[in-house]
Structure formats: C-alpha cells, structure tokens
C-alpha cells in the first residue's frame, strides 16, 4: 500500500512569489491535514480537509490556503512569499477524521530567497 | 488552545540502555496522544499512540504510558539500539468547541535520542 506522496519534494522561491504543494493522501483515506516545521515554531498545524472541505485551520495569515478534491488529494498554496515562510511542508492522511492515526509525507522543503 | 511540553531536548544513551521521554498537555479534552520518530530528510512516522480511556500501551520495546490526572504521557523504549537514534515528538489532539479535533495535533517541540553503540 503506497503512503503519502508530496510533491515535490524541493522547492527554491523568491520573494513576493507564490507556491503550490502537492500531497496525495493514502489509498482510502479522506482526511488530509497540513503542518509546517520549522527549527523555531516545531511543527504547527495549517489545516485539514475532508471530503472537498476544510473544517479545521491554525494560526496562520490568509496567505495560507488548501485545497481538496474529490480524489481526496490536496494542495495547498502560498501567497507573496516571505523569507519566514521557508521550513519543511507535511501533510499528514487518516482514514476517520477526528483523534485516529495519522500518516505522514516525506514533506516538501520550501526555500525563500 | 492545547500546549504540550517534552523533555528532555536531547537525550544520549548506551546502546542496551533504556530511554525515557516525557510530555505534559494543558487541554483537559485532549483525547489521543500519538508519538512520532522523525528521521533526518524524512516525515515524521507513528511509533505508537494512546487514547485517554487506557493507561498503558506497549509494542515490543516501546511502552507508552498516561496519566490524565497529572496530565502526562511518557514514551519508553527498552534495549535501545543504534538505530533508534532520531528525533521523537509527542503530540495531543487539540478539540475545538464542538468536542472534535479534526485532524489537528499539537506536537511538543522533539527530543533528539542518541544511541552510542
């Protein structure tokens, strides 16, 4: 049984620019969750999607957003980058939703230049 | 919101030797109580979890136990091996006002686990 893919794996942006990561959850699983990991933060938690919806979000500025589609795969984009921005991206899949096992991705490295 | 603290930051063992890492939560509500190992380049991977109605729970050389009174939990892993070296995050799940998480977790900030062969 294939586990979380994200894609990719590495990415190199500037400034000001936009991205768009990628995670495609595990076979049968509809609940997708985002968290990001950095040295100073730790990991924190974005938001979670289940069923094309999201129904859960962190802290985050609004520059932070998600997306679900009927495949249960995600994405998840970030506007006008910002150098704070740059950490390690990890989605995480559970076949429930609430308080069940969750399943991480190798995570996406973003890097703002 | 749920605050979960881990101690100790770093931890060095011989290998054979037990290790032990501990975390507190704030959030009464809390439920589920996962622990993951994070490997250099990779995603963190469940090792094991609790849920709040059971006090003790092991998987061959790994035990995790809870304590909802004092609001604890504490990983153990006997006969540690070189190969366990890694960083280990406690987590909590984090309920909003309606009684659910949603896949939401609050991670302590990891424990980085030396194993000297």
């Known amino acids: 049984k294939a586990g979380v893919t994200q894609t990719p794996r590495y990415l190199i942006k500037t400034r000001g620019q936009q991205v768009t990561l990628s995670c495609s959850p595990i076979s049968g699983h509809r609940s997708v969750s985002w968290y990001q990991q950095t040295p100073g933060q730790g990991l924190q938690f974005l938001f979670e999607?289940?069923?094309?919806?999201?129904?859960n979000k962190g802290n985050f500025p609004g520059r932070f957003s998600g997306r679900q589609f009927s495949n249960s795969r995600s994405e998840m984009n970030v506007s006008t980058l910002e150098l704070g921005d740059s950490a390690l991206y990890l989605c995480a899949s559970s076949f429930r939703t609430a308080n069940t096992e969750a399943f991480f991705g190798q995570g996406t490295r973003l890097t703002v230049v | 919101g749920e605050n979960v603290e881990q101690h100790p930051s770093t931890l060095s063992v011989q290998e054979g030797d037990s290790a032990v890492i501990k975390c507190t939560y704030s959030?009464?509500?809390?439920?589920?109580f996962p622990w993951y190992k994070q490997e250099l380049g990779k995603g963190p991977q469940l090792i094991i979890d609790i849920r709040s109605n059971v006090g003790e729970k092991k998987d061959q050389r790994i035990a995790v136990t809870l304590n909802k009174t004092a609001k604890h939990f504490s990983l153990h892993i006997t006969e540690t091996q070189p190969e366990d070296s890694a960083v280990y995050f406690c987590a909590a799940s984090s309920m909003n006002a309606g009684g659910t998480s949603y896949g939401k977790l609050t991670f302590g900030q990891g424990t980085i686990l030396t194993v000297h062969p």
């Open positions: 999607y289940f069923s094309e919806t999201q129904r």
């Open positions: 959030d009464s509500a809390s439920n589920y």
